[in-house]
Structures are given as structure tokens and as C-alpha cells.
């Protein structure tokens, strides 16, 4: 079915976020405009077959695509605005109500607010049924408190304030100051009990005009190349088969109001599942759902409410990440190699979309040999 009356305006760089987003739309014909902020087009993602030369828009500062929404807003098309990382979603709640009145946007009129502050999430998460890590907020210019239970985890309040090398374990307080001693941009902190975690679950789920829906998640099994980094290798399964109740999700996403692609971040340790944070946005695992039989994002272009879910067990490598481990030599090649071959979702590389892969290595190879 082609959705001629429907256009999706994906707004965010070019690294799997976006790379998946747009396969998923493009496998169910649905029109893209792509706006793709950042000096580099890292995974080369304007290559892929789904988009139009005519419907690509190049920025290197995110400010720069408010005239061309503007631009670009058709009354006679459905626009769904869809953001594929925080500083996008930042930048499309900070023009909310302007956008709204053109487009479909993830609050439609209203704003996520202090709902991108993870101390914010964790309260609203506690009130809906979470189970939530005691924490606390800290600002670097203070002092830090002494009187602490150890070990804990430190990581920046909002993730557009702060880098993934941000994120510290700490097991005593001179550790703490360490941390915080270290060259950072980062000046505000949550302060979360530190769980001693089985696996990582990675919920993915989408909010549409017929309800809110999560089917399935990924249990993250590798990481590349802290456990804070993003999944290399992980299985999607059903929200059933990860044991994890869906009705706490359903709540927070509804009480905040929000429209479209998101992810749910858990900790799984004993028979517990404890939140870390929502992200409202398309994540760069989402992909996997689309490979395990259900395409999410395509649901916010429905023009009716979809029937069940049938999802197969999926496993998803990021590719160029997880050989990583063999290079490094933290798996055998024998064993990565197996994992490999069962592997149904390859972030990066798509057989019916194969080009931003072809380049980016082609990009690789032509840089090496001209060292």
C-alpha cells in the first residue's frame, strides 16, 4: 500500500537512529523528507534507496531547519514529524507550538518540558508503577555529599548536556571526586544506586492515535566498548518473553502525552525490572523490531487500528562495533563468527538497501590508503 496522502519528516544525524527509521518507512512506501544535521554523513545514510534527492536537506547546526519546516509544510500532505536523537527532540519540543500548527508533531501543541530531565522521568516512572534506583541530583559546583551507599552510578541529567563518558560507576567517594575531576562539559548529574544488573533490557514501543503499543524489546548480551555503550549484539523478543509488564510503559507514555517511536531503557536483575529512562525518539535499535515482524513506525501512518502482533525471535549486531571484540580479543573469532550467522538484523547492512553500507566502507578503505 502506498500512503500517497502521508509524509514522514525525519529530522536527526546520520547514524543507525536515522539509517533505520528510514528503511522502516521505506519498506512500507511510505514518503520521506529526511533533514540530516551534522558535518559528516557518517553511515551515509542520504544512499539509501527509500529517499529522494529532492527531499534530502543538509544543516550543520540543528537552529537551521526551523525555515525549512517552514518551508516545506503542506497542507494537502499528513506530516508526521519524527526525531531520531535528543538534540532533535529537543529542538522540535523548544517550536512545539508553531510546528503544531503545520505538522503532527510528538506533542502535538503541548511540550515534553522537564520530561527530557532524567530525574523527572524516574518520579513520574515511580508514580506509574516502575520500579525506580533511589537517586538524588547534583550539580558538580557543590560539594559532594560523603555520607553515601556505594557503589553508584553518575551520569548526566540530560543526555544533550553530556557525552557517554559522562557516565561513571563509582565505589567509594574517591572515586566520586575522580570522576568529577575530569575534563567534562557536564555540570548536572543524577546520583542513582548503582544496580549490579543480569542484562540490559531495551524496550521499543510507538504511540499513535489508536493507543500505545509495545510488543517487544531487545535483552542487550554484548556492548562495544563499555557496558554503557550502545548494544552490539542483542535478541529481540516479545514484551511477554522479556517478562516485563506493560502496563507501567502505557501509563507514563500516556500521562506525558506523547506521539510517536520511543524506547524504554530496564535493568533486569533477579526477578526485577528497574527503569532507567524513556527516550522520545526513534531508537537506534528500533530497526530490529521491523525485522522481527513489526514495523512500528509505518503504525503512525495507519488509517486504522492494526491487528495482532506476530514477532519472531530476532538477533541484532551492529556490525562494525561488534567484530570490535573479536580485534580486541574478548571473543574468539569461532564464537563470533556463530553469532553472526544467526543474526537476522544487521544493523548497518541491508540486502534491499545496501548502498549506505557499500559507501561507508568504500569511505573507509579510500581514507586508509591514502595515509
Given amino acids: 500500500m502506498k500512503y500517497h496522502s502521508y509524509r514522514a519528516v525525519i529530522i536527526g544525524d546520520s547514524f543507525n537512529n536515522t539509517l533505520g527509521l528510514i528503511r522502516s518507512l521505506g519498506e512500507a512506501q511510505i514518503d520521506i523528507t529526511l533533514l540530516l544535521v551534522g558535518n559528516i554523513d557518517r553511515l551515509y545514510v542520504s544512499k539509501s534507496r527509500y529517499l529522494k534527492k529532492k527531499q534530502i536537506f543538509r544543516f550543520v547546526n540543528i537552529d537551521d531547519c526551523l525555515p525549512i519546516l517552514h518551508q516545506i509544510a503542506n497542507g494537502m500532505k499528513r506530516q508526521i514529524i519524527i526525531c531520531t536523537n535528543d538534540k532533535a527532540a529537543q529542538f522540535i519540543d523548544s517550536h512545539e507550538r508553531e510546528l503544531s500548527q503545520n505538522y503532527i508533531t510528538p506533542m502535538r501543541g ?213 567484530y570490535c571484540h573479536v580485534k580486541n580479543g574478548t571473543i574468539a573469532k569461532k564464537k563470533w563468527i556463530s553469532d553472526f550467522l544467526k543474526t537476522g538484523c544487521q544493523l548497518n547492512f541491508n540486502w534491499r538497501d545496501p548502498m549506505p553500507t557499500i559507501c561507508y566502507y568504500l569511505h573507509k578503505i579510500k581514507k586508509r590508503f591514502q595515509r
Fill in 110 to 322: 503541548l511540550q515534553l518540558g522537564d520530561m527530557m530531565n532524567k530525574d523527572s522521568q524516574c518520579k513520574l516512572a515511580k508514580a506509574c508503577g516502575f520500579t525506580v534506583p533511589q537517586s538524588f541530583i547534583y550539580n558538580r559546583n557543590n560539594d559532594f555529599p560523603e555520607s553515601q551507599n556505594y557503589p553508584l552510578l553518575l551520569k548526566p541529567i540530560n543526555s544533550t548536556h553530556g557525552e557517554k563518558s559522562d557516565i561513571h560507576i563509582c565505589r567509594n567517594y574517591n572515586e566520586v571526586k575522580n570522576c568529577l575531576m575530569e575534563s567534562s562539559s557536564c555540570a548536572d548529574f543524577i546520583v542513582q544506586e548503582y544496580i549490579e544488573k543480569e542484562y540490559e533490557i531495551n524496550l521499543i514501543g510507538v504511540s499513535t492515535d489508536y493507543g500505545i503499543y509495545v510488543p517487544g524489546g531487545i535483552r542487550k548480551i554484548r556492548h562495544y566498548p563499555t557496558i554503557y555503550s550502545p548494544c552490539s549484539f542483542g535478541l529481540f523478543q516479545s514484551i511477554e518473553k522479556l517478562n516485563v509488564d506493560a502496563a507501567p510503559i502505557r501509563k507514563f507514555i500516556s500521562r506525558v502525552g506523547y506521539y510517536g517511536p520511543f524506547s524504554v531503557e530496564l535493568l533486569h536483575k533477579g526477578n526485577k525490572n528497574y527503569f532507567m529512562e524513556v527516550n522520545f525518539r526513534n531508537d537506534g535499535l528500533a530497526y530490529a523490531a521491523t525485522a522481527s515482524g513489526v514495523n512500528l513506525p509505518a503504525l503512525l501512518f495507519n488509517a486504522s487500528k492494526p491487528a495482532s502482533f506476530h514477532i519472531k525471535d530476532t538477533y541484532m549486531m551492529d556490525l562494525s562495533c561488534d
